[in-house]
């Protein structure tokens, strides 16, 4: 009877891990600390499957915007490595703003950074860790991590970032945002926004209902 | 005929006639409610062939009165699980997300906006809920205040309970204070009770359009309340018994909310309660709640 569960737990694993591989490639602390492995001793028989905690990609390919609209009025948006990799870097540029082309309206409020900290001037293609490695853009958090250790910290405890799916991981999966889902990378503070389905008021309302109650008798008379 | 049988005749006549008027909210009563519905047991002492036979009444009333297929179904607790529910403070912007989400998947009324989750835009300094206020519209966060959201704090001392006179409301083993909708007779001793103002009363029958009842629903939990009966927030035990976060959670567009098993030492809420600044809302009262607010800084 166990031979058949364990191989389940098995291969329920291997799935998990390959599907946070995926998602992580590096060698990056790992972020899915849920994915427990249930140990084969254990006694109580029954089958323990630890579903994956996937955490959102962050973007593929890095575009900036062009002054250019598609037919729906949008603007086209280019790949970094277009123009940059046939054209060296200033690296006495701070901000969006100093830049003449292409960069303009990009909203730029992330403490004293430049561009540079966290854009990798010999691959546009990726981000550059502040050892100067280099980073693919999938694994940002890694990037968002080095100087924001309280909130990787949180995140990696479950108490940072919303989610979606299931609180029992043996009964479903779960996924997390990335940091870059929530935080504009250039303007990360939390943006403030209008508030939703606000209270109704009841005496408002009643005297809305009143109103058209005597719309009615008064169409009948 | 003599002068006293008329009287006689007259005196009971009268007398019927204000019998008659006197018991005829009852009869009123009646015609609204199927004889299965009076003869219903108290859900603890409902055989699973019983409940079986009181959801399919229950998703025929939902058929003929909304018009939509509903599956009603009666999760148990699960062993070795006791629920908790944490919110952040330093992360909650007011944007209300939560309280809408609640609106929907609990099948509330429409027309009075209702939501087990109220939003309060606090003092800074203070946790005074008298001094905060529900229905703000600007744009939010103020950076002058800060913002709680308060449902249900599922107690372990609850209040509510120990008032309701015909036990319709008790707490299950995983933590949820639930209401047996069929036994409630709307006294609304539980909300008066009610130290955080969690519970509500259905004062009309639930007007939801046919297209946006949740299907999805549980005889304690979101199922549609009838009118004249107290309803509360369960921690959406239609979803988070099997094992799925709450809806207030997942509409959460900052992550302020973490929710999990607090019998379990690896969980998430237990790792906030070890590691966070904690407090619960009126722990003076000594009602125990298993709903904590804590701060990151």
Not at chain 1, 124 to 145: F, H, Q, W
Not at chain 2, 11 to 25: I, N, Q, R, S, W
Not at chain 2, 97 to 106: D, G, I, P, V, W
Not at chain 2, 216 to 241: D, W
Request: proline share 7%; glycine share 6%; hydrophobic share 35%.
């Amino acid at each position: 009877m166990k031979a058949p569960r364990y191989t389940l737990c098995l291969v329920a694993l291997a799935l998990a891990g390959s599907a946070a591989g995926l998602l992580l490639s590096h060698a990056a602390p790992p972020v899915i600390h849920q994915a427990a492995t249930p140990t084969p001793s254990d006694s109580s028989a029954v089958a323990i499957v630890r579903h994956a905690v996937t955490i959102k990609p962050g973007p593929a390919t890095p575009t900036v915007l062009t002054n250019a609209l598609n037919r729906s009025g949008e603007p086209v948006p280019v790949s970094c490595s277009t123009c940059h990799s046939t054209r060296s870097p200033n690296i006495e540029r701070h901000s969006a703003a100093e830049l003449t082309e292409f960069h303009q309206g990009l909203a730029y409020k992330h403490g004293d950074l430049s561009c540079l900290s966290c854009h990798n001037a010999s691959n546009y293609d990726t981000l550059r860790k502040a050892d100067s490695s280099a980073i693919a853009y999938p694994n940002v958090m890694e990037l968002c991590g080095q100087c924001h250790g309280t909130q990787l910290r949180d995140y990696r405890a479950g108490a940072h970032g919303g989610m979606n799916g299931h609180w029992d991981l043996s009964r479903g999966s779960r996924e997390r945002n990335n940091c870059v889902d929530c935080h504009d990378p250039h303007a990360p503070a939390y943006p403030r926004l209008k508030p939703v389905f606000a209270p109704v008021d009841r005496g408002a309302r009643q005297q809305q209902e009143r109103a058209a109650h005597a719309d009615k008798e008064s169409a009948h008379d | 005929m003599s002068r006293r049988t008329a009287l006689k005749i007259a005196g009971a006549t009268l007398g019927a006639a204000a019998f008659a008027k006197a018991v005829a909210p009852i009869t009123q009563w009646a015609a609204d409610q199927s004889v299965d519905e009076f003869l219903q047991q108290h859900y603890r002492e409902l055989s699973p062939a019983d409940m079986a036979k009181v959801i399919e009444r229950l998703e025929t009333e939902t058929k003929i009165d909304y018009g939509a297929d509903v599956h009603i179904s009666d999760p148990k607790p699960q062993p070795g699980v006791k629920f908790g529910y944490a919110l952040n403070l330093s992360v909650c912007v007011g944007c209300r997300r939560c309280a809408e989400a609640c609106h929907k998947e609990n099948n509330h009324d429409r027309l009075s906006g209702n939501s087990y989750i109220r939003v309060f835009e606090m003092q800074k300094g203070t946790i005074d809920l008298e001094q905060g206020n529900t229905t703000y519209t600007h744009a939010v966060p103020d950076p002058q205040k800060y913002y709680m959201p308060v449902q249900c704090q599922q107690c372990d001392n609850p209040p509510c309970v120990h008032v309701c006179p015909v036990e319709a409301t008790w707490k299950e083993k995983d933590g949820i204070v639930v209401v047996d909708y069929n036994w409630c007779i709307g006294c609304r001793y539980c909300e008066a009770a009610c130290p955080y103002h969690a519970r509500r009363f259905n004062w009309t029958k639930p007007q939801v359009p046919q297209e946006e009842i949740n299907p999805v629903q549980a005889y304690l939990s979101n199922r549609i309340r009838p009118q004249g009966v107290m309803e509360k927030c369960t921690f959406c035990l239609h979803r988070t018994r099997e094992g799925r976060l709450p809806a207030c959670l997942e509409a959460c567009p900052t992550g302020a909310r973490v929710f999990g098993n607090l019998l379990d030492p690896d969980s998430e809420i237990r790792w906030v309660l070890a590691n966070k600044r904690v407090f619960v809302l009126k722990e003076e009262l000594g009602t125990k709640p298993s709903f904590f607010y804590f701060f990151d800084k």
